[in-house]
């Protein structure tokens, strides 16, 4: 698939066709559901779980506590192999998407996207709002007005937005402190005020433009897609179109659609479709632009094509992806289910085979890690297998708060003559409560080949 820009092509000539005559009020057909009322629920919800996430550690990356959650779990920087599992699996759910349903991530989803209309719209409402209350004051004063409130609510809002933003690689609570006691002095304070700094400047002024000219996503979306992709088309076999250009108006990118459907500013959001179904109805004609499954696919609205086709399902690799996807997630599900929230581990210290106390008992030393991985209180007991007559030095069981770690080396005795000559094979079980898991550890005793008195 190839994509253009808006500014390297020009719109086709369009022959001479007879005048639509429009249609009396009453008669007019109720329209469907709009994508754009679609598009406001759908980045209303992304918007709350835009703020969500980090709050209820969803999916939050801690750098200073350098630690990852994800789905309810809290990763440690040293599981690194779970960690790039997942944002591995992040990035091909983004992928697999693009394949599928186009650019619907940047129409419908994006915050990026979701805030600069936002900002946009605020400033039409205040600029309405303001000319309709101070009608009487002078239009320049009027419009200084205008932007002096738009440029005070935006900065009140990119506090927020950054706030939110930064809380995805520093703990809220932390971040709240630090914003309350105005903080620009500490490297966090410094990226506080920058972030914030940068988000006003971003929806006060930049807006779209970051869409077509820093994002990579729009320039990789060429690459995603194929002649089955869903994608925005303007199709006009009978020569409808009566020119109205309502569909170049309300396109936030500012592009027509009609030039191509593949022109790189083109974010699948469908304003277009609406604007043409809502004009065209005037005259008893439906819309002219589409979604479609690719430039010679389908409608979207087609409702003859099976279920599996609707969906995005429509040839064998779209199958194998899904697939992919769901191996995958599974994957990823069981890796982390298996994940053990109160991490043990024992090793002998071999720095001396064994030593010979004083009491006569002969001694191993170990050395024992256990890190509380999770957010409550635990307790390590520590038990021994095949190994009569031992006891172990330390004292238990370990207590552990919300994310310790513990490291402590530790004897095992046993009284002299109790065990065999040489390697003994034995176990250490741990178990930990609350959870209840329990582990297995083999290990060896070593004991003196030849007794040695004291
Ligand atoms: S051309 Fe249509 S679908 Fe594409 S960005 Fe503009 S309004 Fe949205
Ligand atoms: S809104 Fe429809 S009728 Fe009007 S210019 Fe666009 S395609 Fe043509």
Not at 154 to 159: E, N
Not at 248 to 263: E, K
Not at 360 to 385: C, H, P
Request: glycine share 6%; charged share 20%.
């Amino acid at each position: 698939m190839s994509i253009t820009t808006s500014q390297d092509q020009s719109a086709p000539a369009k022959p001479q066709k007879p005048p639509l005559k429009p249609v009396n009020k009453g008669d007019l057909p109720v329209l469907p559901t709009t994508y754009h009322r679609y598009r406001r629920g759908i980045q209303f919800a992304c918007f709350l779980i835009f703020v969500a996430l980090p709050f209820f550690n969803i999916m939050r990356f801690d750098i200073p506590r350098e630690r990852f959650y994800f789905a309810g779990y809290e990763l440690w920087i040293n599981e690194f192999a779970i960690i790039f599992f997942a944002l591995l699996f992040l990035l091909y759910v983004i992928v697999a998407a693009s394949m599928l349903y186009g650019r619907v991530y940047c129409g419908y989803m994006c915050p990026q996207m979701i805030f600069s209309e936002a900002s946009l719209s605020l400033e039409e409402r205040l600029k309405k709002f303001i000319n309709k209350k101070l009608i009487k004051i002078n239009p320049k004063k009027r419009q200084m007005i205008v932007r002096g409130a738009f440029y005070l609510l935006t900065a009140v809002a990119s506090v927020f937005l950054a706030f939110v933003f930064i809380s995805y690689f520093v703990e809220p609570r932390d971040l709240l402190s630090r914003l309350l006691s105005l903080d620009i002095r500490t490297t966090g304070g410094i990226s506080g005020a920058a972030t914030t700094l940068f988000v006003f400047l971003d929806f006060a002024f930049v807006r779209q433009h970051f869409c077509t000219t820093v994002c990579p996503y729009g320039y990789l979306q060429g690459m995603f897609g194929d002649k089955n992709t869903l994608i925005v088309q303007y199709r006009d076999p009978g020569n409808d179109c009566i020119e109205c250009k309502k569909c170049v108006r309300v396109c936030h990118m500012g592009i027509d659609i009609r030039v191509s459907p593949y022109q790189m500013e083109c974010i699948h959001c469908g304003e277009c479709v609406d604007a043409c179904v809502d004009v065209l109805a005037r005259f008893g004609k439906e819309g002219l632009i589409h979604y479609a499954w690719g430039e010679q696919g389908k409608l979207l609205t087609d409702k003859k094509v099976p279920w599996h086709h609707r969906l995005g399902l429509r040839d064998a690799k779209r199958v194998a992806v899904l697939l992919i996807l769901l191996f995958y997630a599974s994957g990823l599900t069981v890796a982390l289910s298996m994940r053990n929230n109160v991490l043990v581990k024992i090793m002998p210290v071999r720095s001396s085979l064994y030593r010979i106390g004083d009491d006569g008992r002969i001694y191993n030393r170990f050395r024992m890690t256990i890190a509380n991985r999770q957010a409550r209180d635990a307790e390590v007991m520590l038990s021994l297998k095949d190994l009569p007559g031992a006891s172990i030095d330390l004292q238990l069981p370990l207590k552990l708060k919300p994310a310790e770690t513990i490291q402590q080396e530790f004897d095992i005795a046993v009284p002299a003559a109790t065990l065999p000559q040489g390697v003994n094979h034995f176990s250490f079980i741990s178990r930990v409560s609350p959870d209840n898991d329990s582990e297995n550890f083999e290990m060896t005793f070593i004991t003196p080949t030849e007794r040695k008195t004291r």
